[in-house]
Nanobody, 117 residues
Framework: QVQLVESGGGLVQPGGSLRLSCAPSVTANSIYSMAWYRQAPGQQRELVARITNNDSTNYADSVKSRFTISRDNAKNTVYLQMNSLNPEDTAVYYC???????????WGQGTQVTVSS
């Protein structure tokens, strides 16, 4: 069983920044990709950004140029840097990992991001 520990959510004013962190309980070599999803009230969960084991990334159109996904293999942590936040970014953000070979999906517990003045 893979556990994903998330941190970094909170309340921020429009135009502000936050950085989310996700630390998996397995080594980076075991992981095919990691991603951040989000789910706003009454909405479906949507992909925000993904990074694969060869550092290929992709983003939702709504966050391109504002959000950056990255990873630090030494710390075995994936980050989501979120800049120029707006109220539409308010949601619970979930870390996701896909494990190599099995391609099983694992999810974090979610962290709330609220953008409000």
């Amino acid at each position: 069983q893979v556990q994903l520990v998330e941190s970094g959510g909170g309340l921020v004013q429009p135009g502000g920044s936050l950085r989310l962190s996700c630390a998996p309980s397995v080594t980076a070599n075991s992981i095919y990709s990691m991603a951040w999803y989000r789910q706003a009230p009454g909405q479906q969960r949507e992909l925000v950004a993904r990074i694969t084991n060869n550092d290929s990334t992709n983003y939702a159109d709504s966050v391109k140029s504002r959000f950056t996904i990255s990873r630090d293999n030494a710390k075995n942590t994936v980050y989501l840097q979120m800049n120029s936040l707006n109220p539409e970014d308010t949601a619970v953000y979930y870390c996701n990992a896909i494990i190599r070979i099995t391609l099983l999906n694992y999810w974090g517990q979610g962290t709330q991001v609220t953008v409000s003045s």
